[in-house]
């Protein structure tokens, strides 16, 4: 099992920025033939399907982000504080959401399924 615990949202004006953290424990960062650990954030806003925003292969730090968050947007992870983060910047209405982190051992660090989540934290852009 693996348990994930979020932090770091809130309330923030448009254009401002936040960072979201994501601890990790538990069975993580065994390692499997043909798969690599992920770590991944997704967003659900109100009445909306959840949605992938960005994912990290925790060994080699390779990443990958959603179209509507390149640029503005940074995924990244703390070997050390088994910790994932994502930085925020450029904050726009429409990223209100709640934003929930998500592990799991896969192949393809594009995939949409895993099997870890957290509760989520909230977070709120005001225009």
């Known amino acids: 099992q693996v348990q994930l615990v979020e932090s770091g949202g809130g309330l923030v004006q448009a254009g401002g920025s936040l960072r979201l953290s994501c601890a990790a424990s538990?069975?993580?960062?065994?390692?499997?033939?043909?798969?690599?650990?992920?770590m991944a954030w997704f967003r659900q806003a109100p009445g909306k399907e959840r949605e992938f925003v960005a994912a990290i292969a925790w060994s080699s730090g390779s990443t990958h982000y959603a179209d509507s968050v390149k640029g503005r947007f940074t995924i990244s992870r703390d070997n050390a504080k088994n910790t994932v983060y994502l930085q925020m910047n450029s904050l726009k209405p429409e990223d209100t959401a709640v934003y929930v982190c998500a592990a799991d051992w896969r192949a393809d660090i594009a995939t949409m399924i895993y099997s870890y989540w957290g509760q989520g934290t909230q977070v709120t852009v005001s225009s």
């Open positions: 538990g069975r993580t960062f065994s390692s499997y033939p043909f798969s690599t650990y992920l």
